[in-house]
DNA sequence: TTAGTTGCAAATCGTTTGCATCAAG
DNA sequence: CTTGATGCAAACGATTTGCAACTAA
């Protein structure tokens, strides 16, 4: 059976079969706009009828982390980890700690500052990891109502 | 048995039992000097002959966390959550992606950002967290001497 | 005395693996 | 056909929990 997803062509740039499966899981991150877990991949997929495993889902995820396909990340607060298409454009996630909702924000601070540490220190720095916590519109609101300070 | 240790007033300040295990606990993370997990605790008072069982460990340090005495953290390409005394200051780690050693650097180069974002978004940004990706001296030698690029 | 702390064993959660089957190339 | 991809069940590592025994206050 030959499928063509919009992913197709990825999969085969990076020598990776072009499955029903892969598709569905690139489809379903891209989607959803924002970084989601292997479970939540899992059910999206099983509640538009497409029968997978969990397990596959996290083989799946492995090979397209290891292809540079997919980024792979951690937030505090969640033992699970979070998957997303890998756009290759430098951004980073604002969490709110009231609703753990993640949403995107373009650009980064740190390029300057990564150069003044690789003076100072001699490390040979190749990347960050940033996230910024606080509280959305909604969730500053009801702390307003709920917090007696 | 009354016992005193380095870490009673703290934990008497926070309204916690003075316990020899807490007390050992807190003395092992400051004497580590860095990030350690629940797991390295756990041996390390092994190997001081002090008995205890882990899952001790990782309620004495929830408690500790949730009382801010103590900050728990994680790091990419590690299951497992890092502790460390919560100093109150700055600071963030330089994690070598070769030997996974962890290098603290003081000050922070966000807070000029922060302002910045919550202006942009409307978010109550109340933290963040940063850690900064690279190779250490040893390994960027190591590096050199093994790739092929 | 009594509420908080511990040890122990079992449970849980997210993730990984072995193996037989299946499908893409 | 051949190798890589999948489903399934079982294993895994980190962490959590229920419960009975213990101990700091």
Known sequence: MIETGSYT????????????????????????????TAEEIFLNLKSKNISIN?????????????????VKSTIADSSSAFFEIN???????????GCKKIFPVDGCPLEEYEKLLQDKTGFDVTGHRLEIYGYCHECKEE?????NE
């Open 87 to 97: 756009k290759r454009e430098h951004k980073h996630n604002l969490i709110c700690s």
């Open 9 to 36: 062509e990825v999969l085969r740039r990076e020598g990776l079969r072009n499955t029903k499966h892969r598709n569905s899981i690139l489809e379903t991150i891209e989607g959803s706009g924002k970084p989601v």
């Open 54 to 70: 969990l397990s596959s889902v996290y083989r799946a995820l492995d090979i397209l982390v290891f292809k540079e396909v997919v």
């Open 143 to 147: 702390k307003k109502y709920f917090s």
